[in-house]
């Protein structure tokens, strides 16, 4: 394994060209995710995250454009309910509010898609062709595609029926089996999850925590998804549903993905961005980099990662950059946003006026 210092690499404005980028925010309350997190690192449960159902924040929808090193327009485009997934295709782009995803067509066209089993979703990937969409349901470790045209469910994948079923509970101070079976309620060694609309989990009883999956660009019979309490990016088998790791040793990680002959994922609390070229591993580490403050020295919070044409651009939560570097050229470069921003995902590319009008109709301000 190679280690790779980031913050030695050299400062350039110039090496990326102009970005055109949509944002979720999942919350304008980034302060309050801070301590939550910091009270998590203190509950030794061997887990990240919270051991009981917090409340829904208030975040937001956010373009922006960048060039020569500075953000040249920013704008919010509308407030929604902790929105963190986005997906762009030739003909739609996809968000997600909470416990539902919107789909826009290129002409403003809004259509909505809905499932009991929906819950903190995460991510949304459109595959190669358009025709369908992936969602990672976390708050239930499923997967679900669902077909563009139709909005039928075409495939699930559960964390708890293939082999990651084990959850803690603060209430017995135990690990517990995750299951959606009702002949095992009352067993206190299991959990029962059977009605989404009253049974939950919080983030620290979830089993594998999936807050990322995405089509393999390079195999169109696997997905690749990562695994918040596992520490893995794992390439799941659409036809026989095995997981199996292509990337492990990572911190609460997040973005796995594919790119060329690369898997990259990003290892948030460990900060830095693992890439695996060739079964060659390489972890580019943001440790060194300046610009956290000072009770935050020691943590690390990379919240997400995507590849752009050769380039890696990373959300740095606890500097409040975007960063973006070039692992072959060794350059780098960071853009400030807004440091109550809790930015969680981003795609890059132009949205459609109509787009963009039907994005700011969703605005729900008051919730």
Avoid: C
């Amino acid at each position: 394994m190679k280690q790779v210092d980031i913050s030695k690499f050299k400062q350039d404005s110039s090496f990326y060209g102009s970005l055109n980028l949509v944002l979720t925010v999942k919350s304008f309350d980034l302060q309050a995710i801070r301590k939550r997190y910091i009270k998590s690192r203190s509950d030794k449960i061997g887990k990240t995250g919270s051991v009981e159902r917090r409340r829904v924040s208030m975040g937001g929808i956010v373009s922006m454009s960048i060039d020569s090193g500075k953000i040249r327009e920013e704008k919010v485009l509308a407030k929604l309910k902790e929105p963190r997934g986005l997906a762009l295709s030739e003909n739609h782009v996809g968000i997600s509010s909470e416990n539902e995803a919107y789909i826009i067509a290129e002409n403003g066209e809004l259509r909505l898609i809905n499932d009991p089993w929906f819950s903190y979703i995460h991510t949304l990937d459109f595959s190669k062709d358009g025709s369908k969409i992936l969602i990672s349901s976390s708050g239930f470790d499923v997967i679900m595609e669902f077909d563009i045209a139709t909005l039928d469910k075409t495939y699930e994948w559960w964390a708890w029926e293939n082999g990651f079923n084990q959850g803690y509970s603060s209430e017995l101070a135990k690990n517990v089996t995750i299951s959606r079976d009702e002949s095992n309620r009352g067993n206190d060694e299991f959990h029962i999850v059977s009605n989404p609309e009253i049974d939950s989990l919080p983030t620290a009883m979830r089993a594998a925590f999936i807050n990322s999956v995405v089509y393999d660009a390079a195999n169109e019979n696997k997905l690749l998804a990562t695994f918040f309490h596992e520490g893995k990016v794992m390439e799941i088998d659409i036809e026989t549903g095995m997981a199996n790791p292509v990337i492990s040793g990572l911190k609460n990680p997040h973005g796995g993905d594919r790119f060329y002959n690369h898997y990259t994922g990003t290892s948030t609390g460990a900060g830095f961005v693992a890439v695996v070229n060739r079964g060659i591993i390489t972890h580019y580490d943001f440790s060194k980099l300046g610009g956290k403050p000072e009770f935050l020295e020691g943590m690390e919070w990379l919240q997400n990662s995507k590849n752009v044409e050769g380039n890696i651009i990373t959300i740095d939560s606890n500097r409040n950059k975007l960063v973006i570097f070039n692992p072959e050229l060794e350059l780098i470069d960071t853009i400030d946003y807004n440091d109550n921003w809790a930015v969680q995902d981003m795609i890059i590319g132009l949205l459609t006026a109509q787009q963009e009008e039907q994005i700011v109709r969703l605005n729900n301000p008051s919730d």
